[in-house]
């Protein structure tokens, strides 16, 4: 599933990144974004569910979904 | 080393919310000078300070990064200046990270040792990490990344003595280091080995490792609720608003009678003439009439800096985005804008931090838009001259118009927006991604200094900009001496060239002629009139400029008035500012004409609307 579909409060790990421009995905992984890491919608903005703010390791990171859609999760059973 | 006069260039990089200025601020004790480098907008902060072994260090604040990839030009200002691109590279880097988020902050920290850059790691923050059960090994972090590594807890003072005291042992072997060879920005394939490397050192160092913190979860339960969150943001602003002009009424009043007082008291031990009258009605008059508007400039500054400071304003950013997206700008806008409330040269200039050109360029040409300090003397006077201080529901009507004032510059901010990004602004949507850090309490002596260097700056343009024009706008308006009338003074007749063009939209001679300096800053207008009015009405005129005004201006008039400051682009430092900042004085002049456009329009919407409604 990829982080822009999660529902809020849904928890995974993240299984994949790749976005069609290299710097977004540069951007993500400096970030903080990296395999293996979990994740968990904790927000979502006030207006069209975007951006949407996500729990992860100790920080919090708010994207809009487009970028959101360049990470892929698996859900936590 | 008898070479004691060169001191050594360090430079402090970062990622944001890692405690970079309270570190340095404490380290070079807050005196900063701002300088510019040649040939480029980059602004950097610059501070000296003395190591226990008695070495000068100038020590350099830069934009904070996450990594080497800069998609903004604030990152990008940063990391030209790590790589030495301006010239001089600095011969030591203060790496600091967060001690609670070493697995993201080491990998900017791997990409800077890739290109070879000497380099201290400060673990900043430490004792909060330490306080929320963090455990780190430090030797083990030192043996893995091949760097000296240091704790810091940036706000105590003996927090800092580790840092210094290594300082002394890694420069004195600095000859031994290759300065860093001009980088390149890293592959893709590097991003990801630097991150894979970080995780595994980070995770060797870390013993134990606590949960989120609890209190920011907590807080943001509230404040990034999709119903309560905006709410609360409205909440805020509209608070903050109210206080700016309730809270400052006795400061206000003090520093106003003050100026009175001084005025009265020059006046009556000096001998009569031209001097005595410059003294009196140019300088205290224009000068003290703007300076009695320091105390909401320093309420609202209060509000934004601890805002920013505690965490909440990129939460804002978060809550605005979709919306600000909309109409064609970007969540990252809404800080810059918002600083723009203060004054649009910061705001500006914090535009920086939006990646895409386009972007920053639209939110670059309604930065001005947003209701600056500059404007609140002006309103202030208006709206007590005009209003009356009566209560609708619980709110004073005063404080309303004031808020109506500020929507106005919203609105057509937004609307303006709209219309750029789909003219002269074109591009496709950019990407957001924002950290939003951890609430704390801000440090008070950051605070401090922050506050400082903005009432600072205001008081210092009350006593260049303001003080030049107040003596020659009393110069134009009382000479030559055979003038016995307004009309017959020089003011006079500039004013009465322009009078022609602004009547239509209700302005009369006085107007017209205290907007002649008003061109130079907004808040000039107040100590123009005053000088203008004193002047007209002679030395026995001891009403207050408020009274004048009532029985001088028609209330369409004075809305009117209210209505062209909206817009009007009367600040110098302004246009100066978007030329430096978009490299051309093309925007700048875009600027001015679309803003006197909508300002003459506006004020004439207004003036025919309050008239045909019977005002």
């Known amino acids: 599933m990829l982080l822009s579909e999660m529902k809020k409060g849904a928890a995974g790990r993240i299984s994949a990144i790749s976005a069609e421009d290299p710097l977004i995905e540069a951007k993500l992984r400096e970030i903080g974004f990296a395999e293996n890491d979990a994740v968990e919608l904790a927000h979502i903005g006030p207006l069209g569910r975007t951006p949407v703010c996500v729990r992860l390791n100790r920080t919090l990171i708010a994207l809009r979904l487009d970028e959101a859609k360049a990470i892929s999760v698996s859900l936590d059973p | 080393m008898t070479a004691a006069a060169a001191a050594t260039r360090i430079a402090l990089v970062g990622a944001p919310n890692c405690g970079k200025s309270t570190l340095f601020n404490g380290l070079t004790g807050g005196r900063a000078k701002v300088a510019n480098y040649p040939g480029a907008t980059v602004e950097t902060r610059h501070g000296r300070f003395e190591t226990p072994g008695g070495r ?107 840092l210094l005291s290594k300082l002394d042992g890694v420069l004195a072997h600095l000859t031994d280091i290759k300065p860093a060879p001009a980088g390149r920005y890293p592959a893709p394939e590097d991003i990801r080995a630097h991150q894979g490397a970080a995780r595994r050192i980070a995770d060797a160092a870390i013993e134990h490792e606590p949960l989120f913190n609890r209190a920011t979860r907590i807080i943001d339960r509230f404040v990034l609720h999709p119903l309560l969150g905006p709410v609360i943001l409205a909440a805020l602003l509209f608070f903050m608003f109210q206080a700016v002009f309730t809270w400052s009424t006795g400061p206000v009043d003090f520093l106003d009678a003050s100026a009175g007082a001084l005025g009265g008291f020059v006046g009556a031990h000096m001998p009569a003439g031209w001097l005595h009258d410059l003294l009196v009605d140019g300088v205290i008059a224009g000068v003290g009439s703007v300076v009695v508007f320091l105390p909401q400039i320093v309420i609202l500054f209060t509000f934004i800096l601890l805002l920013e400071a505690s965490g909440y304003m990129a939460r804002a950013a978060f809550l605005m985005d979709e919306i600000m997206h909309r109409f064609g700008l970007n969540g990252r806008a809404f800080i810059p804008l918002l600083s723009s409330f203060a004054c649009a040269i910061p705001g500006i200039m914090a535009s920086r931090v939006i990646e895409n050109d386009r972007d920053r360029l639209t939110t670059i040409l309604i930065a001005p838009l947003m209701t600056c300090s500059a404007r609140l003397p002006v309103y202030t006077l208006i709206i007590a001259a005009f209003i009356p201080k009566e209560n609708v529901g619980p709110f004073n009507m005063q404080g309303l118009v004031l808020f109506a004032l500020y929507i106005a510059g919203v609105v057509s901010a937004v609307l303006i927006a709209f219309l750029f990004k789909r003219t002269i602004a074109k591009a496709r949507s950019q990407p957001l991604i924002m950290e939003l850090p951890t609430y704390k309490v801000p440090n008070a002596k950051d605070f401090f200094i922050s506050l400082w260097m903005r009432a600072s700056a205001f008081l210092k343009r009350a006593g260049t900009v303001i003080l030049a024009t107040s003596v020659i706008l009393w110069f134009l308006a009382a000479f030559p ?118 300002a003459y329009a506006g004020a004439g919407i207004v003036y025919w609307g309050a008239r045909a409604a019977g005002l």
């Open chain 2, 56 to 162: 000068n260090v100038d020590l350099i604040d830069l934009p904070g990064f996450y990594g080497m990839s800069p998609r903004s030009l604030d990152e990008k200002i940063a990391l030209e200046t790590v790589l030495g691109k301006d010239g001089a590279a600095p011969e030591l880097i203060l790496a600091l990270v967060d001690a609670a988020n070493l697995r993201t902050h080491l990998q900017s920290v791997l990409q800077l040792r890739a290109i070879g850059a000497p380099m201290i790691v400060v673990l900043n923050m430490y004792d909060l990490a330490l306080r929320d059960g963090f455990e780190i090994d430090l030797d083990k972090l030192e043996q893995e990344l091949e760097l000296p590594v240091v704790t810091t807890n940036a706000t105590r003072k003996a927090g800092r003595e580790a």
């Open chain 2, 481 to 598: 001496a055979s003038a016995t009338t307004l009309r017959e003074s020089f003011a006079g007749r500039i004013g009465a060239l322009l009078e022609p063009l602004l009547a239509p939209i209700g302005f009369n001679l006085e107007i017209a002629i205290a907007l002649v300096p008003g061109m130079a800053a907004r808040e000039v207008a107040v100590g123009a009139l005053g000088t203008v009015y004193a002047v007209h009405g002679g030395p026995d005129n001891a009403q207050g400029l408020s009274e004048t005004l009532q029985s001088a201006w028609s209330l369409p008039t004075a809305l009117a008035f209210l209505a062209w400051y909206v817009f009007a682009p009367q600040c110098f430092a302004t246009l100066a500012t978007i030329r430096r900042e978009t490299g051309s004085w093309k925007w700048s002049g875009f600027a001015l004409l679309y803003l006197f456009t909508l």
